[in-house]
């Protein structure tokens, strides 16, 4: 049960559409075109780093759109997946590819297409929910649960949680099967937590990860409780 709980600023004269956290371009450019705009105007070009993020964009393609291919940027992987797990995009790693309503398709990066961004940029949510409820909604709102994985992470959420009505915030942190893990897919090396660090074994309550914006750390928490949180 508990595994099953647990997926541009734009010149006025162009269309955009916002998919929680990426960002549809509706001009047709190159694959260099696109990733110059994706530079210029937002983080980075998309990239796909992890299962849970090619889900997520899959569904929202699906779901939303009904165009025959979409420009996805594939950079090299130590320039775009920092804070992700290298394997997958390593798996489907190639120069330039569409997506299509079946899936991915390998093309010529000459060609011109429509094309996504990425922005990453968090969210505070001034809502009381519960830990899943939180997830649920960032998930449908934005992209996920926000993570820490650096101290300039750690620095940032402080910072866009300052107003927050909660002295805890949800984080996508979440202990399941035995160990401590970001939601979103993202490495756990968060340096958010105490001193002493993750709990080893938390009580059954306290399997989620909440930030103590006073003390400035994780704290793990019941996942009850109802907090305001940070979305990306």
């Known amino acids: 049960m508990e595994q099953s709980a647990l997926g541009l600023l734009i010149l006025a004269s162009l269309f955009k559409l916002d998919l929680c956290g990426w960002k549809y371009v509706d001009v047709r450019m190159t694959w260099s075109e696109a990733t110059q705009y994706c530079k210029n105007h937002y983080i980075d070009p998309s990239s796909i780093c992890n299962q849970v993020q090619h889900d997520q964009l899959m569904a929202k393609h699906q779901t939303y759109m009904r165009k025959n291919a979409w420009m996805v940027s594939y950079q090299d992987v130590d320039g775009t997946c920092t804070k992700s797990d ?64 650096t101290g300039d992470d750690l620095v940032q959420i402080l910072q866009t949680s300052a107003e927050a009505q909660t002295n805890h915030v949800w984080t996508g942190m979440r ?58």
């Open 175 to 232: 202990y399941l099967a035995g160990s401590w893990l970001w939601v979103n897919g993202d490495n756990m090396t968060s340096q958010a937590w105490g001193q002493e660090g993750p709990p080893q074994c938390p009580a059954w309550t306290h399997h989620c990860g909440a930030l103590a914006r006073e003390e400035k750390h994780l704290d793990s928490w019941d996942c009850a409780a109802k907090l305001n949180f940070v979305c990306f």
């Open 86 to 149: 290298h394997s997958y995009a390593v798996r489907v790693r190639t120069s330039c590819v569409v997506l299509t309503e079946e899936g991915w398709l390998k093309t010529n990066c000459n060609q011109k297409y429509p094309f996504y961004c990425y922005n990453e940029e968090p969210v505070l949510v001034k809502e009381n929910k519960t830990w899943e409820e939180a997830m649920e909604h960032c998930r449908y709102q934005y992209t996920d649960l926000v993570s820490l994985n």
